[in-house]
Protein backbone atom coordinates (compact mmCIF):
# COMPACT_ATOMS: atom_id res chain seq x y z
CA UNK A 1 0.00 0.00 0.00
CA UNK A 2 1.19 3.35 -1.17
CA UNK A 3 1.73 6.35 1.03
CA UNK A 4 0.05 9.69 0.47
CA UNK A 5 2.72 12.48 1.37
CA UNK A 6 1.55 15.63 1.57
CA UNK A 7 3.76 18.60 -0.52
CA UNK A 8 5.89 19.64 2.72
CA UNK A 9 6.28 15.98 3.64
CA UNK A 10 7.71 15.56 -0.27
CA UNK A 11 10.10 18.54 0.33
CA UNK A 12 11.80 17.65 3.43
CA UNK A 13 12.06 14.08 2.04
CA UNK A 14 13.80 16.09 -0.51
CA UNK A 15 16.19 17.99 1.48
CA UNK A 16 16.99 15.30 3.41
CA UNK A 17 18.27 13.52 0.08
CA UNK A 18 20.12 16.39 -0.47
CA UNK A 19 21.90 16.28 2.96
CA UNK A 20 22.75 13.09 2.20
CA UNK A 21 24.10 13.38 -1.36
CA UNK A 22 26.40 16.00 0.55
CA UNK A 23 27.64 13.86 2.78
CA UNK A 24 28.70 11.29 0.34
CA UNK A 25 30.39 13.99 -1.22
CA UNK A 26 32.11 14.81 1.47
CA UNK A 27 33.21 11.15 2.20
CA UNK A 28 34.27 11.33 -1.61
CA UNK A 29 36.23 14.60 -1.27
CA UNK A 30 38.34 13.11 1.54
CA UNK A 31 39.41 10.12 -0.42
CA UNK A 32 39.98 12.96 -3.23
CA UNK A 33 43.77 14.91 -3.55
CA UNK A 34 45.13 17.83 -5.23
CA UNK A 35 42.97 20.16 -7.48
CA UNK A 36 40.31 17.19 -7.13
CA UNK A 37 39.82 17.75 -3.56
CA UNK A 38 39.75 21.64 -4.05
CA UNK A 39 36.81 21.38 -6.46
CA UNK A 40 35.04 18.54 -4.81
CA UNK A 41 35.18 21.04 -1.27
CA UNK A 42 34.23 24.22 -2.99
CA UNK A 43 30.92 21.94 -4.42
CA UNK A 44 30.18 20.70 -0.86
CA UNK A 45 30.36 24.49 0.18
CA UNK A 46 28.24 25.47 -2.51
CA UNK A 47 26.07 22.50 -2.10
CA UNK A 48 25.77 23.30 1.64
CA UNK A 49 24.92 27.21 1.15
CA UNK A 50 22.05 26.13 -1.48
CA UNK A 51 20.89 23.38 1.04
CA UNK A 52 20.56 26.28 3.58
CA UNK A 53 18.76 28.47 1.62
CA UNK A 54 16.22 26.16 0.30
CA UNK A 55 15.40 24.84 4.27
CA UNK A 56 14.93 29.18 4.75
CA UNK A 57 12.56 29.52 2.19
CA UNK A 58 11.05 25.95 2.78
CA UNK A 59 10.19 26.99 6.28
CA UNK A 60 8.84 30.78 5.37
CA UNK A 61 6.98 29.26 2.69
CA UNK A 62 5.68 26.43 4.83
CA UNK A 63 4.67 29.21 7.94
CA UNK A 64 2.92 31.35 5.20
CA UNK A 65 0.67 28.64 4.26
CA UNK A 66 -0.27 27.77 8.07
CA UNK A 67 -1.14 31.13 8.46
CA UNK A 68 -3.19 31.32 5.92
CA UNK A 69 -5.30 28.21 6.12
CA UNK A 70 -5.82 29.62 10.13
CA UNK A 71 -6.40 32.94 9.22
CA UNK A 72 -8.53 32.48 6.22
CA UNK A 73 -9.26 28.88 4.90
CA UNK A 74 -10.24 27.54 8.73
CA UNK A 75 -12.35 30.16 9.98
CA UNK A 76 -14.67 29.29 6.13
CA UNK A 77 -14.54 26.05 6.82
CA UNK A 78 -16.37 26.44 10.29
CA UNK A 79 -18.94 29.14 8.49
CA UNK A 80 -19.15 26.59 5.47
CA UNK A 81 -20.05 23.24 8.02
CA UNK A 82 -22.83 25.44 10.00
CA UNK A 83 -24.16 26.70 6.49
CA UNK A 84 -23.91 22.79 5.66
CA UNK A 85 -25.59 21.41 8.79
CA UNK A 86 -28.75 24.54 8.42
CA UNK A 87 -29.24 23.45 5.03
CA UNK A 88 -29.15 19.54 6.13
CA UNK A 89 -31.73 20.42 8.80
CA UNK A 90 -34.24 21.95 6.60
CA UNK A 91 -34.15 19.49 4.25
CA UNK A 92 -35.16 16.81 6.66
CA UNK A 93 -37.77 18.84 7.65
CA UNK A 94 -38.85 19.20 4.11
CA UNK A 95 -39.19 15.62 3.66
CA UNK A 96 -41.11 15.30 6.87
CA UNK A 97 -43.47 17.53 6.09
CA UNK A 98 -43.73 15.37 2.63
CA UNK A 99 -44.46 12.68 4.42
CA UNK A 100 -46.69 14.18 6.70
CA UNK A 101 -44.67 13.24 9.97
CA UNK A 102 -44.39 16.64 11.38
Known amino acids: MSENKTG ?3 VESLLQDIG ?8 KGTNASGEAKDEIEKKIKDLKEK ?18 YKEELEPN ?26
Request: charged share 45%; no cysteine.
Open 20 to 27: AKIEQLIE
Open 51 to 68: KTTLEDEFIKGKEKVEKL
Open 8 to 10: FEE
Open 77 to 102: FQESKEHFKEGFKQLLEGIKTLLGQK
